[in-house]
């Protein structure tokens, strides 16, 4: 019986990591066609019907191209942060809560902060080993927005985490039945959104790869298959957060059609954003996270704090 699950176990991980990299690379497709519209163009159109097997064709020729290393740079650590920061951003969605064949996290939002966290160091360690005054640079500034916004991003859900009194994202369901969590925390949900972009490293706050200004950030020295782990990293955090959303503010998790359409809608908004936005100033990108979302996040959380009290009295 234990072989069986742990069996059942594998393949169900196995299915989890196919579906990612599917959603990843039709996500990459979605972006270039909504850019391409925002900026009255035509996206990628020509491989398939209407480009759609595009993401496919990117995919070959990122990882048959030829792999090139800098003399000086440290070759270990160069090789193997993309590849740990891949595998990083897979693991995160081992906290899904699904109603069959997976593991079932308790304290899934603690899991996530930690790998959160953890994903800053394989930015550094890209820049460093790199050996690139550049990409340091890059590395150096996505480390900074990085840490700052994990300090909102955490506050502002110790709100919701105190609205249900649990580490189960499970939870998150049964809690929103009559009421979903955005009608009562509107500010925090906001806050909670443009935290996400700052920590997904997307427009307008994207400084760790400011290509107008940066060469790129800290990925400049990787080509191919390094700079591809890179990129399916970037976009399967993307997805991850805009399900995170959803399950935390938009009615927890259901296996219905509107459920799949509200994931796909909030990853559309990253885009939009994207197209829309300018990117921000770094000074005032630390005033944001430091003057306004933190004291927002605080005073809200004093806020359902005290509901809570009143409530259990």
Do not use: H
């Not at 394989?122 to 500034?141: C, D, F, I």
């Not at 938009?250 to 909030?266: A, D, T």
């Amino acid at each position: 019986m234990m072989i069986m699950d742990m069996i059942l176990m594998g393949l169900g991980l196995l299915i989890l990591i196919l579906g990612v990299m599917i959603g990843v690379a039709f996500l990459t497709l979605l972006e270039r066609k909504v850019l391409g519209y925002i900026q009255i163009r035509k996206g990628p159109n020509k491989l398939g019907v209407l480009g759609i097997l595009q993401p496919f064709s990117d995919a070959i020729k990122l990882f048959t191209k030829e792999q090139t290393y800098p003399i000086n740079s440290n070759y270990i650590s160069y090789y193997f942060s993309p590849i740990l920061s891949f595998i990083l951003s897979l693991m995160i969605w081992l906290i899904i809560p699904y109603y069959f064949n997976m593991i079932s996290f308790n304290l899934g939002i603690l899991f996530f902060l930690c790998c959160t966290s953890m994903g800053v160091y394989m930015v550094m360690v890209a820049g460093w080993s790199s050996n690139s005054n550049y990409s340091l640079l890059g590395s150096l500034r996505s480390v900074a927005q990085t840490i700052s916004y994990e300090v909102s991003l955490s506050l502002i859900l110790m709100s919701s985490i105190l609205m249900i009194m649990d580490f189960n994202l499970m939870m998150f369901m049964n809690y929103q039945n009559l009421i979903w969590f955005i009608v009562m925390m509107f500010p925090l949900a906001i806050c909670w959104f443009s935290s996400m972009l700052a920590e997904t490293n997307r427009t307008p706050f994207d400084f760790a790869e400011g290509e107008s200004e940066l060469v790129s950030g800290f990925n400049v020295e990787y080509s191919s298959g390094g700079f591809a782990l890179i990129f399916l990293a970037e976009y399967s955090s993307i997805l991850f957060m805009s399900l995170l959303f959803v399950l935390i503010y938009l009615g927890g998790y259901n296996l219905s059609l509107f459920f799949y359409l509200s994931v796909v809608f909030i990853s559309f908004v990253f885009i939009w954003v994207r197209g829309t936005l300018p990117r921000y100033r770094y000074d005032k990108l630390m005033y944001l996270a430091w003057k306004i979302y933190l004291p927002i996040s605080l005073n809200f959380l004093l806020f359902i704090l005290g509901l809570k009290i009143m409530l259990y009295k």
